[in-house]
């Protein structure tokens, strides 16, 4: 079984290890009994002095009784005992413990049966004698055994430092031993780790060194099962490909080079397209212009945009180019879900399709007898509203791939919001127009009709007079029909006041101080105008707004109020205000038209239509104050 590079490194290094191990330890076991020896020579040596104690203290005790050493020398014995014990045992946590010797063990267990039997039943008989004589006598003897008796312990450390001297001596070739393997284990592993790791490494750095160079025929040695042989063969396929690839560069190249060209032609004509999309104006000539773009980017044989009826029910071709007359009179117009394009239509879904493939369908008819192969048809939508169709003919068989039919769906899609913008446009200017005539026909209803209506009966008063030759009443009728003819006049200028302010000041200071100073040069009333805060800078639709209401006010403070002064007063902040206050007669609008007045009913519309709202006070006998109020935040939000 071939093993891998690191399970090599791992069992070379595991060996190593034990054999460290199994040395290292055995210079500790060595060590140990060293250390073991050497507290039990300590020992050995203290019994070797306790034993000249003990017979010190009994010359004592002997020589003067009085002394009573008794008790220190049974201590003292007792201690002897215990050492010789623990020699003879050993003691582990010390360490303690003689060598594993016969001749020591044998000199332990004499001394220990010497103590036992001569020299410890010696002290208490002389500890237990009471006679002075005896006591000297046994001293005496016992002293000379002591002699006999400390020449074994002497024996016995001998004994333990042959022993030790033996372990030293074996000692240190383990240590020269231990040396010898760290030299020689560092050699060998330096060995192995360059054969194993550094070569390998080596030849990879310089294989990839002469590919760096432009030399991709290197190839690498890949024997074996391990990492790196995997890691060489890697490299060698990395080498292939890369001397595959750099033979084909130039083609890549130049294909890459092609596709790039063909998405930065399909981009530009995107942006233009949609740069045209943004000016254009018109419908037809939109769909023209972005329909041949298409043909030209697609090298198209021709096309149509079709565009759908206000019900959506059926396509009419609004722009063709390089199709038949007989394709237009058959497919001017087209129903929704009929035919290919119809289906699109009404699915919403883009397709490019082969016409060989359906060449047995009726409906395809027209397409076929038009010599067209292949046909492109992509939606027109805005949002989720279908607006037309876009189609592509080709007059060879082909299939669009799915990034040109996307690009041609974002064409779509810019010209349905272009369209759908137009329409818009469109709608926005009749309705604009539609609330111009509106507001016109309530301005005319509220002023000149009502004075035609007056003289229209002034004249039948004034036929009446004539006929029965009451020419008092004639001249007076005259008199009220030349003052309502003034009145109207008056109501026409006015009128075209407003519809030129609104036209001529798009500033807001200088449309107000304008129409009073008109309306001051009209009816000879003095005016006053102040404004509080910062200018205000509206839309132009809310300056309109502001402009009718103030002129409204103004022509009913002439036609109504009596008034010998008008006060203008505009406050520009958080809330807005626009007062008009004048010391005219006033009126009670709980007994007057009120809200059913169409003047102030249009002048609410007006306040509603730029966010704000319209108050009218009034008291009879001290004026009339209409005062207009908004939001300037709404303002600056677009409400109006």
Not at 3 to 27: D, E, H, N, P, R
Not at 219 to 237: I, T, V, W
Request: with cysteine; glycine share 6%; net charge negative.
């Amino acid at each position: 079984m071939k093993l891998k590079i690191s399970q090599k490194i791992t069992s070379l290094l595991v060996f190593y290890f034990l054999v460290a191990v199994v040395a290292i330890g055995s210079t500790l076991v060595v060590s140990r009994h060293l250390e073991g020896s050497a507290a039990a020579i300590n020992d050995a040596g203290r019994e070797r002095m306790r034993s000249y104690r003990i017979a010190f203290l009994m010359a004592q005790q002997v020589r003067q009784p009085e002394s009573n050493l008794r008790e220190e020398i049974e201590r003292e014995a007792l201690r002897f005992e215990r050492t010789l014990i623990e020699l003879k045992n050993g003691n582990p946590q010390r360490p303690l413990f003689l060598p594993n010797e016969p001749r020591v063990i044998e000199q332990v267990l004499t001394l220990q049966l010497v103590w036992s039997d001569v020299m410890k039943p010696r002290i208490e008989t002389i500890l237990s004698s009471t006679s002075a004589e005896e006591q000297s006598r046994l001293l005496t003897e016992y002293q000379i055994s002591l002699e006999s008796f400390v020449a074994g312990i002497d024996d016995l450390v001998v004994l333990i430092e042959r022993s030790n001297a033996h372990a030293t001596s074996i000692l240190r070739p383990f240590q020269v031993g231990l040396i010898v393997i760290a030299l020689l284990g560092t050699v060998l592993l330096d060995y192995i780790f360059s054969l194993l790791l550094v070569r390998p490494v080596q030849r990879l750095n310089d294989g990839l060194r002469s590919m760096g160079e432009g030399n991709f025929d290197v190839r690498l040695p890949a024997k074996g099962e391990d990492e790196l042989s995997e890691l060489a063969h890697g490299f060698n396929q990395m080498a292939e490909h890369l001397q595959d690839t750099y033979a084909t560069l130039e083609e890549r190249i130049a294909e890459k080079t092609q596709r790039v060209e063909v998405k930065n032609r399909e981009l530009g004509a995107l942006y233009e397209v949609a740069a045209f999309l943004n000016a254009s104006t018109a419908a037809e000539p939109l769909c023209d212009n972005v329909l041949g773009r298409m043909i030209a980017l697609f090298n198209a044989s021709g096309g149509v945009i079709r565009l759908t009826d206000p019900n959506g029910e059926q396509l009419k071709v609004v722009a063709a180019r390089d199709v038949s007359d007989y394709f237009l009179e058959r497919e001017t117009w087209l129903e929704v879900g009929s035919c290919l394009c119809g289906e699109v239509a009404c699915k919403g879904v883009a397709i490019s399709s082969d016409l060989a493939d359906q060449a047995s369908q009726p409906s395809l008819d027209t397409c076929n007898c038009s010599d067209f192969r292949a046909i492109a048809a992509i939606p027109i939508r805005s949002k989720q509203s279908m607006l037309g169709l876009l189609n592509l003919f080709f007059d060879t068989p082909r299939i669009l791939p799915p990034a040109e039919v996307r690009l041609l769906e974002s064409v779509g899609l810019h010209l349905g919001t272009a369209i759908e913008n137009q329409r818009l446009v469109a709608r926005e200017k009749e309705m604009a127009i539609s609330e111009e005539r509106n507001l016109l026909a309530q301005e005319l209803h509220d002023s000149i009709a009502q004075s035609l209506a007056f003289l229209n009966i002034q004249v039948q008063l004034l036929q009446e007079d004539l006929s029965n030759q009451k020419v008092a009443n004639a001249i007076e009728v005259v008199e009220q029909i030349r003052e309502g003819v003034q009145e109207s006049y008056d109501d026409v200028r006015e009128l075209l006041v407003h519809f030129r302010t609104q036209l001529d000041h798009a500033n807001l200071d200088a449309a107000i101080g304008s129409a009073l100073e008109k309306f001051e040069g009209q009816v000879g009333i003095p005016t006053h105008y102040s404004r509080i805060g910062p200018p205000l800078d509206l839309p132009p639709e809310s300056v309109v707004q502001m402009l009718h209401i103030l002129q409204e006010s103004l022509s009913n403070v002439r036609k109504h109020s009596e008034a010998t002064k008008v006060e203008v007063e505009l406050i520009s902040a958080a809330e807005c205000r626009l007062t008009v206050k004048d010391n005219g007669k006033g009126c009670d609008f709980s007994k007057d038209a009120g809200d059913t007045h169409v003047g102030i009913r249009i002048m609410r519309e007006r306040a509603h239509r730029m966010g704000g709202s319209l108050t009218l006070v009034s008291v009879p006998g001290q004026g009339t104050e209409v005062t207009l109020t908004w939001a300037a935040a709404m303002m600056t939000a677009g409400v109006a």
